[in-house]
Structure formats: C-alpha cells, structure tokens
C-alpha cells in the first residue's frame, strides 16, 4: 500500500527555537496533504491544508505565521513551527491525498507515522 | 453535541471475540473512514465508507446513511489488534476537512 514517512518521528527543542517536520509521499504523487495535531487524550485535529504550489489554507484559530507550511512537490509537504512554545509539544500527523486515485473520483487519503514534538 | 459519537470510549476483550465499535453522526457526510491508531500514534486506514458494507480479512465496516451510523467490527479478536480506532467524517461540501470521533481503546487480552 501507499506509504507516507515523517520526520523526524520526534523532537525535542528548546523554548524558541524552531523546528521543520517533513512529510514525504513514497510511492505515490499527492495533490493535496493535510496537517493535524493531537493533544493527548484528545481527537486529531486539522491545521492546515496545503496543495502543492499553492498557499496553504490554515483552520481558524492556527496561526499561519506560526505553523509555516511549504509544498513545493507532489512528494514533500514541510511544517515548521517557528519559535516553539511548550504548549507546541503535541502529536504532529501529516496525511496525503493521492492524486491518481482523486482524479478517478476515489478519496484515499494516507497518513503518516507522526512525529512527537515536545518543547522545554 | 458533538458532531460525532464513538461507544464504547473503552472496550477489553478476551482474545477470540467477537468486537464491534459504534460511530453515530449528525451531519452530512460524504465518506466515513474508520482508522487504527496504534500505541506509537502511527494512524493507519482501515475503511473508507459511503453506503454498504466493506470487510478486509477479520474486519467488517458497516455504514446506514439513513441512521447516521457505522460499526466496525473485528471477528477473531487478537491482542495484536489492541489499538484506537477512531471513526473520522468527510462533511458534504468541506471536501478537505475529516472531522474525527474521539476514538475507541480496544485492549485484547490473551
């Protein structure tokens, strides 16, 4: 099946520093990838959607200034989140929407291991 | 109320049985997915759903649009299928946006 890699799969900074998540799509081009957070206990969230060669669209209350996003190919979708704060540390989870299967009118969506960010 | 419901929030079985996991909506949707949620946090897809039934090996994924209810249900149960499963809605018209259930603790024991 189609697999997604992230990484770092975790990482732990300093207060202020910033920190790049990587997103790859292995064997497969997507149109279009998704970020989510988890708090523990709690539901993924949706951050951000970024299509490639676009802006990324970002959901209410995430500040873009903050969670920078690049899509610069059909493979590799970036999350960095700039001057790290410790409410930051969460669960950080890309997925990808593959594009062969979206042009034939079939959604698969496929997400990728995580990466566990926590900020001191 | 939330927009999506799992029950049970925890569920332990004995390793054979027979498990079923309930996801009640109250929106629109276009697709339901069921996902796996592993301990380490990787989320695999189990199921994507519009109408009907799908089964994968041990797995069966049921879906009444009319209800507004999926159930997942795992035959055979094996410790190795102790997991979350979380039930996630794509929202007729927010093409982008899945909007997850809180998820299940599964704990099959030996």
């Known amino acids: 099946g189609a697999v997604v890699s992230q990484h770092p799969s975790w990482v732990i900074c300093k207060s202020g520093t910033s920190v790049k998540i990587e997103c790859r799509s292995l064997d497969f081009q997507a149109t279009t990838m998704f970020w989510y957070r988890q708090f523990p206990k709690q539901s993924l969230m949706l951050m951000a959607t970024?299509?490639?060669?676009?802006?990324?669209?970002?959901e209410q209350g995430v500040e873009k200034d903050k969670f920078l996003i690049n899509h610069a190919s059909l493979t590799l979708s970036t999350l960095t989140v700039t001057s790290a704060h410790p409410e930051d540390s969460s669960f950080y989870i890309c997925?990808?929407?593959?594009?062969?299967?979206?042009?034939?009118?079939?959604?698969?969506?496929?997400f990728g291991p995580g990466t566990r960010l926590l900020v001191l | 109320k939330n927009e999506v419901e799992q029950s049970p929030q925890n569920l332990t079985a004995q390793e054979g049985e027979f498990i079923t996991i309930n996801c009640s909506y109250s929106v629109g949707i276009s697709a339901l997915h069921w996902l796996q949620q592993h301990p380490g946090g990787g989320i695999v897809s189990l199921f994507m759903l519009s109408s009907g039934k799908k089964k994968h090996g041990r797995l069966i994924a049921t879906i009444n649009i009319q209800e507004k209810h999926s159930s997942l249900h795992i035959t055979a149960s094996h410790p190795r299928d102790s997991a979350v499963y979380i039930c996630a809605l794509r929202v007729v018209g927010a093409t982008n946006k899945l909007i997850f259930g809180t998820g299940t603790l599964l704990a099959v024991q030996p």
């Open positions: 997925s990808a929407r593959d594009l062969v299967s979206w042009r034939e009118g079939r959604e698969t969506q496929y």
């Open positions: 970024s299509n490639e060669g676009s802006k990324a669209t970002y």
